[in-house]
C-alpha cells in the first residue's frame, strides 16, 4: 500500500498570500497519478486536480499542482477567503487508493 | 453530470452488518463507463476508500476491509449498495459513494455523504 503523508499539518495564512501543500508518497506512483481534493466543512470532498497537474473542470486557475514521483505540491496563488478549509491529495496508480491525512489551512 | 445520493441506517448495532445504498441518476450502473465506489471518513478523520464494483459485477476491495466488504449493483432500481459486517465502534464514519471514469482513477462525483454510528 501507498501510504501519502501531508505536510504541513496546519497552514496559517494570510487571504492574499501564496499556499504550498505537499504531498509525500512512500514509493513512486506511476504516471503522475495523482489527486488533490478541497474538503468544505460538513461537504463532501471536491476534485481540484488530477493527473498531478490538470485542474478539474470549473476550478479556477489560482490552484495548480506540479510534482512526480514521490513529491507533490499543491499551489494557491492568492487565497481567497473561502480558500481556508481541508485539503486532501490522492494516488490512484496503485490499489488500495489512499488518501493523504489532509492539511488544514486556516486563516492567520 | 452523474448524481449520487447515500441512503442507510444512521445507527448499526456492534457485530451487526451495514448496509448502505446508492441510488445514481444521469448514468447508469451498468454502463461500463463507470467505476462506482465507497469511501468513508470517521469524524475529525481522513477519508478511506473501501471498494468498487464496475461491470455490474467486478469488484476491487481494500484489503484492510475485504473480509467484511460486499459491493453489489442493482440495475433494476440503478443502485449499488454496501454491506459492511461484524461492525465495531471503529466503523462509524460518513460514509460515500463516488464514482470515477473509466481508465481514470480519481473520484469526479460524491454523494452528500451519510452518518452511520456503531453503538448499542
Known amino acids: 500500500e501507498i501510504v501519502l503523508t501531508q505536510s504541513p499539518g496546519t497552514l496559517s495564512l494570510s487571504p492574499g498570500e501564496r499556499a504550498t501543500l505537499s504531498c509525500r508518497a512512500s514509493q513512486g506512483i506511476s504516471s503522475s497519478y495523482l489527486a488533490w481534493y478541497q474538503q468544505r466543512p460538513g461537504q463532501a470532498p471536491r476534485l481540484l486536480v488530477y493527473?498531478?497537474?490538470r485542474r478539474a473542470t470549473g476550478i479556477p486557475d489560482r490552484f495548480s499542482g506540479s510534482g512526480s514521483g514521490t513529491d507533490f505540491i499543491l499551489t494557491i496563488s492568492r487565497l481567497e477567503p473561502e480558500d481556508f478549509v481541508v485539503y486532501y491529495c490522492?494516488?490512484?496508480?496503485?490499489?488500495?487508493?489512499?488518501f493523504g491525512q489532509g492539511t488544514k489551512l486556516e486563516i492567520k | 453530470q452523474v448524481q449520487l445520493q447515500e441512503s442507510g441506517p444512521g445507527l448499526v448495532k456492534p457485530s451487526e452488518t451495514l448496509s448502505l445504498t446508492c441510488t445514481v441518476s444521469g448514468g447508469s450502473v451498468t454502463s461500463g463507463t463507470y467505476y462506482w465506489s465507497w469511501i468513508r471518513q470517521p469524524p475529525g478523520k481522513g477519508l478511506e476508500w473501501i471498494g468498487y464494483i464496475y461491470d455490474s459485477g467486478n469488484t476491487n476491495y481494500n484489503p484492510s476491509l475485504k473480509s467484511r466488504v460486499t459491493i453489489s449493483v442493482d440495475t433494476s432500481k440503478n443502485q449499488f449498495s454496501l454491506k459492511l459486517n461484524s461492525v465495531t465502534a471503529a466503523d462509524t464514519a460518513v460514509y460515500y459513494c463516488?464514482?470515477?471514469?473509466?481508465?481514470?482513477?480519481?473520484?469526479?462525483?460524491w454523494g452528500q455523504g451519510t452518518l452511520v454510528t456503531v453503538s448499542s
Open positions: 463516488a464514482s470515477r471514469m473509466l481508465f481514470r482513477g480519481y473520484f469526479e462525483y
Open positions: 490522492q494516488q490512484y496508480g496503485n490499489s488500495p487508493y489512499t
Open positions: 493527473g498531478a497537474s
